[in-house]
């Protein structure tokens, strides 16, 4: 290295070292004029935070233990009025559910120490008021009287804890929840002359709109028992106590000056006991003629000829006689009749101009029944030339100005007011579920009510047997705090002994609970009924024309039906009636009056009946109501397929044999053909089961396997008709025995009644010359028969593996009670097809499809059977249906 390079090292190294050197020195010199805020910050970070610890952990051991007290007295207090609440409530329930009840020794030293207590801690309130000192809150030593008097709060929702809190939740959750109906009325307690008390948790609220009155102008509602208002009075003093008594002398003179009178009169006057007798007494059986009066139902004509029996103290069935379908208890003797009005209208074919009768009276006419139009039409023509004949139509509602007109003009007998007065209860709301708000209904009578029997309305057999199990679990709860409390169903399945305990008195102390379909509307009277619970349906049978099908709907009543029933509860005393529907519902929802029933049923049976009674032109008979045409034309269709008419509509030979037996036109096509297959005697017995409406088998919920596993036991290959069969062969063979009945579930008056049917049938039989003829083996023969009068009704199976019509092609099921239901036979028949959830045929049995031709060759054409073979039909494998749907 040169001494040049050496020397500009040097100064190189020395230039760097002064440059080092220069940049340390101002970096001290920035550090010296920088404040070092971090440093200091920290620091007094540091000593706040733990000062404040050390506040925080002082306070807290000052303020929490008084803070403790606070809420400790805060809760002494609200307990104290929150208990002081709850013992008055209890005392108040106790009251009102339990005062009429007798109560054990313990449970009244219960009651007395509870009165005690409310009374003590009243009075210990009282003195706090007086010496104005909180007793539950320990008075400061400092406290002056300034700050005691300022102690009382004004709102009693402040004191709570959170309350604002909990005050606006309680809005946010009314405003969330969906409120309907008048069981969500909160008030416990209302006037009582006006809503009843909702003693009930769920009760409903009920408004009194009006009052049905009565000539007898007495209330419960001095909460007096019924059975002191209920006296006993002799049979003639009941009679001279009914509304129709002080005007029997002015309905004798206008009975004598018009020929066709109209007899308005509200349900419980006494028009169906007393106007016969009162006709009676005034001489119009003197010339050996009868007095016939006609009801729409046959319990109803039975009841009351036994009612006026009894009070023209005879014999039922000498002087004063009924006679409704398959029974006659009449005699020679009989000049009172009552009967259903099929019979008076059968009694047109004997006796067309009814010369054994001076009087008629068509009693319910309001009813508007089938056979009450046919009568209307066929009584006004006699009437015309038979001017010594007296027609009396009574009627209980708004009807009577329409049956006035229709009449020419006659005049209407009005007979004002009832025996008692009923009050009118509406709900507030309407309720969603009536079944419910009945079993709420009735349990409420029973508790705040005074005693008297309860007659509730439902449509059915189900819904009353799930409203009495209701029921029977509400009142277990209760226990033994409240009165005893009966419960009785009555439907038309029911089996007789079970209906009759409607009847039996009620004992002392207790309260009767009738649950009833329609049927208690007019046809049954029960002594006892106070009130009647009627939410406002009922089951109505429509026929459809097009399908052939009848459908049982549930449907609303109308006013008059509504009417009808309120007046159940006016008869032995003032009475009450509870409508579960709204008071504007009744006047603009329901319909004033029902629909005729000639307007919705198949009409068969008529048209035959009227064409044997010469009455050729249907289209312009004088009916009150006119079918509707399709009915009409449908019914003349079957009777022409059947060949009781011919071309021409007019009646044949066949048709006049038909005609001989009250049953449907196909029930009579059947025994009739039952003398070309010679087995009369089993067609004999098959249409006696069939016309019990389906009510042999009994099954009682809490037994239902069983009752099922004892009805397939008596089911046979072929169908339901041979199944019959053989359940009423094996009950003879029983020498007809109740208690093989009762151990296989069949309804022995069910069995009686189809045995009575059979006799009836057996005497028609040999009225229009039929031999009979037993062939119990031949199943051939019996089903061709069977075919012969419903060939009408015939089902295939389809190649989608479901049934439908031959000629209308319409889809049906086989009822699930039926002994073919597992079975999927090629072509069945059936007796009825109903729609309930589905289209069902009922009472079903297996046919070949060639009969058809043989028994109804001018009816079905090869190519109809052919169709039904020619297609790919799924192959009867042995599997069950649910496995050959799938």
């Known amino acids: 290295m040169s001494d040049d390079e050496v020397r500009l090292e040097k100064e190189r190294q020395e230039d760097l070292k002064e440059r080092d050197e220069f940049a340390k020195r101002l970096k001290n010199k920035d550090k010296e004029h920088t404040r070092n805020i971090v440093e200091r910050s920290d620091k007094k970070a540091y000593a706040e935070a733990a000062r404040r610890l050390q506040l925080?952990?002082?306070?807290?051991?000052?303020?929490?233990?008084?803070?403790?007290?606070d809420s400790r007295r805060k809760y002494l207090e609200k307990r104290k009025y929150d208990k002081i609440t709850e013992l008055e409530a209890d005392i108040e329930d106790e009251f009102f559910l339990f005062s009429e009840t007798k109560l054990t020794k313990h449970e009244k030293e219960d009651i007395k120490y509870k009165k005690k207590i409310l009374r003590l801690a009243k009075e210990h309130e009282k003195a706090r008021e007086l010496e104005k000192i909180q007793r539950y809150h320990m008075p400061e030593e400092n406290r002056n009287k300034k700050a005691d008097e300022a102690y009382v709060e004004i709102d009693e929702k402040e004191k709570v804890p959170n309350a604002e809190q909990k005050k606006w939740e309680e809005e946010r959750l009314g405003i969330a929840q969906m409120r309907f109906g008048a069981r969500d009325a909160k008030e416990r307690f209302l006037e009582k002359e006006k809503q009843y008390e909702l003693v009930l948790d769920d009760g409903i609220e009920f408004v009194k709109t009006f009052k049905l009155p009565g000539s007898k102008a007495r209330d419960q509602e001095d909460n007096e028992v019924v059975e002191e208002e209920v006296e006993k009075h002799s049979i003639q003093e009941t009679r001279k106590s009914l509304p129709i008594y002080p005007f029997k002398d002015d309905l004798l003179d206008a009975v004598e000056n018009h020929q066709v009178l109209i007899i308005e009169g509200e349900t419980g006057s006494g028009k169906t006991t007393q106007i016969p007798q009162y006709l009676y007494e005034a001489g119009y059986t003197n010339d050996g003629k009868k007095i016939g009066c006609t009801q729409p139902r046959r319990v109803a004509a039975m009841s009351v000829a036994a009612r006026v029996s009894e009070e023209m103290g005879v014999k039922l069935g000498s002087r004063v006689g009924y006679s409704i379908r398959f029974e006659d208890c009449t005699s020679e003797r009989t000049v009172l009749k009552y009967m259903t009005d099929g019979m008076l209208v059968r009694e047109f074919l004997s006796e067309p101009d009814l010369n054994s009768y001076s009087v008629i009276i068509i009693d319910e006419a309001h009813e508007r029944t089938l056979h009450t139009d046919i009568l209307f039409g066929l009584v006004k023509d006699i009437a015309r030339f038979r001017p010594d004949l007296k027609l009396l139509i009574s009627s209980a509602t708004l009807d009577a100005e329409k049956f006035s007109k229709f009449f020419d003009d006659a005049p209407i007998f009005r007979i004002p007011g009832r025996r008692f007065p009923v009050d009118i209860y509406y709900t507030k709301a309407p309720e969603a579920d009536y079944l419910d708000a009945c079993v709420v209904t009735v349990l409420q009578i029973h508790i705040t009510q005074p005693l008297g029997d309860?007659?509730?309305?439902?449509?059915?057999?189900?819904?009353?047997?799930?409203?009495?199990?209701?029921?029977?679990?509400?009142?277990?709860?209760?226990?033994?705090?409240?009165?005893?409390?009966?419960?009785?169903?009555?439907?038309?399945?029911?089996?007789?002994?079970?209906?009759?305990?409607?009847?039996?008195?009620?004992?002392?102390?207790?309260?009767?609970?009738?649950?009833?379909?329609?049927?208690?509307?007019?046809?049954?009277?029960?002594?006892?009924?106070?009130?009647?619970?009627?939410?406002?349906?009922?089951?109505?049978?429509?026929?459809?024309?097009?399908?052939?099908?009848?459908?049982?709907?549930?449907?609303?009543?109308?006013k008059a039906s509504a009417n009808q029933r309120a007046g159940r509860a006016g008869r032995v005393a003032a009475g009450k009636c509870f409508r579960l529907f709204t008071a504007w519902a009744y006047q603009n929802e329901l319909e004033d009056d029902t629909i005729p029933e000639i307007q919705r049923v198949n009409l068969g049976n008529v048209v035959l009946l009227l064409k044997s009674l010469g009455v050729n032109d249907l289209l312009h008979f004088d009916f009150i109501d006119p079918p509707p045409h399709e009915t009409l034309v449908l019914a003349l269709e079957q009777l022409y397929a059947l060949g009781g008419l011919n071309h021409l509509g007019e009646l044949t030979k066949l048709g006049r044999r038909m005609a001989e037996f009250p049953v449907d036109p196909m029930m009579s096509k059947m025994i009739i053909a039952s003398e070309k297959y010679k087995c009369s005697e089993e067609i004999l017995t098959i249409a006696g089961m069939l016309s019990v409406n389906n009510a042999i088998f009994y099954r009682p919920k809490d037994k239902i396997i069983h009752a099922d596993t004892t009805r397939k036991n008596f089911f046979v290959s072929g169908g339901d008709h041979l199944t019959l069969l053989n359940v009423y062969n094996q009950w003879v063979e029983t020498d007809y025995s109740t208690q093989w009945c009762f151990e296989n579930f069949i309804q022995h008056r069910s069995m009686k009644r189809a045995r009575d049917i059979r006799e009836q049938l057996q005497g028609l039989m040999e009225r229009v010359e039929i031999d009979l003829v037993s062939n119990l083996t031949d199943t051939v023969a019996i089903r061709k028969s069977i075919t012969s009068g419903y060939f009408y009704n015939t089902a295939r199976l389809s190649k989608s593996g479901h049934y439908k019509t031959i000629k209308h092609q319409q889809t049906v099921m086989i009822h699930p009670n039926s002994s073919l239901f597992e079975e999927l036979p090629r072509c069945v028949i059936?007796?009825?097809?109903?729609?309930?959830?589905?289209?069902?045929?009922?009472?079903?049995?297996?046919?070949?499809?060639?009969w058809l031709l043989e028994v109804a060759p001018h009816y079905y054409k090869p190519k109809d059977i052919d169709d039904s073979h020619s297609k790919k039909m799924p192959k009867n494998t042995g599997k069950s249906r649910v496995e050959l749907e799938r």
């Open 56 to 69: 925080e952990a002082e306070d807290k051991q000052k303020i929490v233990p008084k803070l403790r007290v």
């Open 454 to 558: 309860v007659l509730v309305f439902l449509t059915g057999q189900e819904e009353i047997e799930t409203c009495r199990e209701l029921l029977l679990e509400r009142t277990r709860k209760l226990g033994s705090k409240i009165k005893e409390l009966l419960i009785l169903p009555i439907y038309a399945n029911l089996p007789s002994d079970m209906q009759a305990k409607i009847f039996e008195p009620t004992p002392r102390g207790a309260r009767k609970v009738v649950l009833a379909t329609n049927i208690a509307e007019t046809s049954l009277t029960i002594d006892g009924i106070i009130y009647v619970i009627d939410p406002g349906f009922c089951k109505q049978n429509s026929y459809n024309a097009r399908t052939g099908m009848e459908s049982l709907v549930v449907t609303p009543i109308s």
């Open 830 to 850: 059936y007796h009825e097809l109903v729609f309930t959830t589905k289209e069902y045929m009922r009472q079903l049995i297996e046919i070949e499809g060639q």
